[in-house]
């Protein structure tokens, strides 16, 4: 059925004499009792004016509601009889036009429409649009009682936010915001009631009124603010709304109100302005510790230590749903600080010599865990003080790991911050884990901060301090704790998801040290895990983004082994999961950016097997998503980084197709935004190797356009930039193998600026590099392509300096290498190049031997069947590329090349004879 609340609308201070005027206290008794009997009589249903009532369907204090049908528009409305409307004098009439005419001009698809008002015999009525829907707490329950998904309340809960908020923007708080006014159709679309008629902005335009006591008490108690069940007259601003909203969503959450009512009236308000209400993970199963948060800091009583707008509390509702972290946090960290100071003045000191303040604080409350903790193992006669002060210290600890952490990720120029925040929070976990036994809520605790540390420390993200052998620890820490946890409970949900996030983050940070058959097991690991997790726990509040998450790391391992078939494969499945998830989670920013990056990654692999076009589009659908999440979060840094990394993408698409101008500019948009995060962070070891990768893009387009100082240039600070980077991370394989790319760059520019012997030097030692790197049992596409890119550079070099027999053998090590390097890796056509370029380099050594006059006529006679034999073998490798449909040789390698340089040897032989 529905319900439409009827609390009154335009209330101001009472007490002036108009009031009392409007209200009829002047009148003579016979007459002020006649007009109380005509507000309080029933209209009959029926036509009343230009309005057929059909039905009642809700009554209160100030006014009936009536399903009804308008005569023009044969429209079905709802419309709202005044039962004070009959004492209405002209400027309270003209007060709730105004509030009416604010109210219908409020446009938004979750705020019931206001189509007018007019007056019928006297009384004022309002037409309103027609919501066939539920109360939304009649709603949060199906029609066999159960409770709908976390993720169906959450996502009604932020769409009534968006109207609340688009009517604070137009200067209206609504002020008596509860379940009731709000109704819930059967698509789950909630629409809000009865807007705007609590208060419009003021004169003077300020949203904010001070209310007494007659106003005071407008809103329905059980969802009133402190300050609107006050004693003393109190500042209302659009705050009290965000309480209002902090209460509806408690009651989603446990199917109750925040402050108990049982007791009475008076007892509920005193509750209201006094107590702090119980999280609502303490009143229901299956509330997290975010939504405790979240709804903790609506609730405060200090209109302060609230959201400051909807438009904040929406925004923490929308991270949640995304599986980011949230903002809200406990009571203030410095708050908590200066309290625990006062009382423990003696176990503060520390040096305060320390990188930012933040930091400060994270060592101070680190050593202050240590401290009280050895203080309770040498007092135990005082082991309820030390408990007591242990947990004050470990919350305050927690806030750290979490939640100052939370705020600094996405901050560039805080990566000193996480350096100091991982050196103590890791000698606080380890002494926590030790004394942990089995509590579980300490045990999820401690693997949860080992995850958020081993990420600082390692993974190939923004902030990253670039320890992989600390990272490594520190999941593999996590893990054991994980399995401490299932020993009691195999079947426990969280422990399980905690295992596997332990076994991504193992997984990537393997990666980074290039053991990928290692890597791969640890991703294999997780998805069997999520696998379980699924059967488990078929509903989850959060998207399921890890096993999509761990076949996009897989697919990146068989695109780096060179088998591109089964990583285009994981990328569909990962895309497809995606797909299918959206929309259950409309407002998860995290599905929609992996599907950026999925589409991103599918390009730049269809690219390097040649398929220009496929890869433009699959590149254009990353850049339309990723442009939408940044119009929508301007302010993230890492939807900044995501942008930039586009822009490459699609310049790297237009250098293919040579098309120079649209490259250089794609990459100077790229490198205007890495440029600014870089500098604003240098310690950032992702953003210092994003501006690196840049400067070579530019070095690309200067080499293909044939400005080699200008290439050489951008390469040797590219390699300045990338070289400092591995010597900050000598455990990482990719950055080694990073460093090796842009080396065989500066030795090619050298060789081509005609500083051979410097190119030789450094490409020799480059080879030595990447042998170093090469493992057997594993091999890599990109190191294998930079080897023999190297192992050509080398020889032209040494041809250049006529070092003939030094560029032979080079050229034979070069052609054996490629002629392997394609078995290894058939769907990349790069390596079939490299054995044309290679068979047909040795024919141009060979033919200049045999046409050089000075060589005795059998040395020359033998290098020239040898150089037609090489120019054969170029021919069929030229036909092979054209018969496979691949992108054509360089007219030197042509087919018809060969025909006419065999045809060189044979000339010149016949002269011999």
């Not at 009290?240 to 989603?252: C, E, H």
């Not at 005795?856 to 054209?882: F, G, H, S």
Request: net charge negative.
């Amino acid at each position: 059925m529905n319900r439409f609340d009827d609390n009154a609308a335009g209330h101001r201070e009472v007490g002036s004499s108009a009031d009392l005027a409007g209200f009829g206290f002047d009148l003579p008794d016979h007459a002020w009792l006649s007009r109380v009997h005509h507000a309080e009589r029933n209209a009959e249903l029926g036509w009343i004016g230009p309005y057929e009532l059909l039905e009642e369907i809700g009554r209160g204090a100030q006014g009936i509601v009536y399903r009804a049908r308008q005569r023009t528009t044969q429209r079905q409305i709802a419309l709202k009889r005044l039962i004070a409307g009959s004492f209405a004098n002209p400027e309270s009439r003209a007060r709730f036009d105004r509030e009416v005419r604010i109210a219908a001009e409020l446009n938004h698809p979750n705020i019931v429409t206001v189509y007018g008002a007019d007056i019928v015999d006297g009384v004022p009525n309002l037409a309103m649009e027609w919501i066939n829907g539920l109360p939304l707490d009649r709603w949060a329950r199906t029609h066999d009682g159960a409770v709908r998904s976390m993720g169906d309340l959450l996502r009604a809960f932020g769409r009534i936010c968006d109207a609340v908020q688009h009517a604070h923007q137009h200067g209206v708080i609504h002020r008596d915001l509860k379940p009731s006014n709000i109704l819930v159709t059967p698509d789950g679309e909630p629409h809000v009631l009865d807007f705007g008629l609590a208060r419009a902005v003021d004169p003077d335009g300020s949203i904010a009124t001070t209310l007494t006591a007659t106003e005071q008490m407008l809103g329905t108690p059980a969802y009133a603010s402190p300050e609107q069940v006050g004693s003393e007259p109190a500042i209302v601003d659009t705050r009290t709304d965000v309480y209002s909203l902090g209460a509806i969503l408690f009651q989603l959450l446990t199917g109750r109100t925040p402050h108990d009512s049982s007791g009475g009236l008076a007892r509920l308000l005193d509750s209201i302005r006094h107590d702090d209400p119980t999280a609502p993970s303490h009143v229901a199963t299956g509330v997290v510790r975010e939504l405790d948060l979240i709804t903790l800091k609506a609730l405060a009583r200090d209109p302060g230590q609230r959201y400051q707008s909807v438009d904040a509390l929406r925004s923490d509702v929308s991270r949640f749903l995304s599986g980011e972290p949230v903002l809200a946090h406990p009571p203030r960290f410095t708050y908590q600080v200066r309290k625990l100071i006062r009382r423990h003045r003696t176990a503060t000191a520390f040096s305060a010599a320390i990188v930012l303040l933040v930091a400060g604080m994270a060592a101070l409350a680190f050593v202050m865990a240590l401290r009280i903790a050895d203080q309770r193992d040498r007092a135990i006669r005082a082991e309820s003080t030390a408990e007591r002060r242990f947990k004050e210290v470990r919350g305050l600890a927690r806030a750290m790991i979490f939640d100052v952490h939370e705020h600094l990720a996405p901050i560039v120029g805080a990566t000193e911050a996480r350096r100091a925040l991982v050196t103590t929070g890791l000698e606080y976990l380890d002494r926590l884990g030790r004394e942990a036994g089995d509590d579980p809520v300490l045990l999820a605790e401690i693997a949860e901060g080992y995850h958020r540390l081993g990420a600082v420390q390692g993974l190939r993200t923004m902030g990253s301090l670039g320890d992989l052998a600390g990272a490594r620890q520190s999941f593999e820490k996590m893990q054991s704790i994980c399995r401490t946890m299932l020993e009691s409970d195999p079947d426990d949900v969280r422990a399980l998801n905690l295992l596997a996030g332990s076994y991504r983050g193992l997984g990537d940070v393997l990666t980074l040290m290039g053991l990928r058959a290692d890597a791969i097991a640890s991703y294999q690991s997780q998805i069997d895990i999520h696998t379980r997790v699924a059967i488990l726990d078929p509903h989850p509040a959060k998207p399921r983004r890890h096993a999509y998450v761990a076949r996009i790391q897989m697919a990146k391992q068989h695109r780096a082994a060179g088998d591109a078939d089964s990583a285009i494969k994981l990328y569909n499945l990962a895309a497809a999961d995606i797909h299918q998830q959206i929309p259950l989670y409309p407002d998860n920013t995290d599905l929609r950016r992996d599907l950026a990056l999925i589409r991103a990654l599918e390009s730049e692999l269809l690219l390097q097997t040649q398929h220009i076009d496929e890869a433009e589009a699959a590149s254009r659908e990353a850049m339309n998503v990723t442009q939408m999440l940044v119009s929508r979060h301007p302010e993230n840094n890492q939807f900044q980084r995501d942008l930039a990394l586009r822009h490459q993408e699609m310049a790297d698409i237009a250098l293919a197709r040579k098309d120079y101008p649209v490259a250089l500019g794609s990459y100077r948009q790229c490198l205007a935004i890495l440029a600014r995060l870089a500098a604003a962070d240098p310690a950032d070891t992702v953003a210092q190797r994003d501006l690196s990768i840049t400067h070579e893009k530019f070095g690309d387009v200067a080499r293909e356009q044939g400005d080699g100082a200008a290439a050489l240039a951008e390469y040797e600070l590219a390699m300045q930039i990338t070289s400092a980077l591995a010597d900050a991370q000598p455990d990482s394989v990719a950055q080694k193998l990073d460093l090796c790319m842009i080396r065989t760059k500066v030795g090619g520019a050298r060789a081509q600026q005609g500083q051979n012997g410097s190119a030789i030097e450094l490409i020799q030692d480059n080879l030595a590099r990447l042998d170093e790197l090469t493992d057997p049992d594993s091999p890599d596409v990109d190191r294998s392509n930079t080897r023999l890119q190297s192992l050509q550079l080398l020889a032209d070099a040494q041809l250049a300096m006529d070092r003939r027999e030094e560029a032979e053998a080079t050229l034979i090590q070069y052609y054996e290498s490629a002629t392997a390097d394609a078995k290894h890796f058939p769907d990349h056509d790069w390596f079939v190049h490299h054995i044309g370029a290679a068979t047909g380099k040795l024919g141009e050594l060979h033919e200049a031997i045999g046409v050089d006059a000075t060589q005795p006529a059998d040395t020359r006679r033998d290098a020239l069947n040898t150089a037609e034999n090489w120019y054969q073998r170029c021919k069929e490798v030229a036909n092979k590329i054209m018969q496979d449909e691949s992108t054509p040789p360089d007219d030197t390698r042509s087919s018809k090349a060969c025909d006419e340089a065999i045809a060189r040897c044979k000339a010149a032989l016949a002269g011999l004879h």
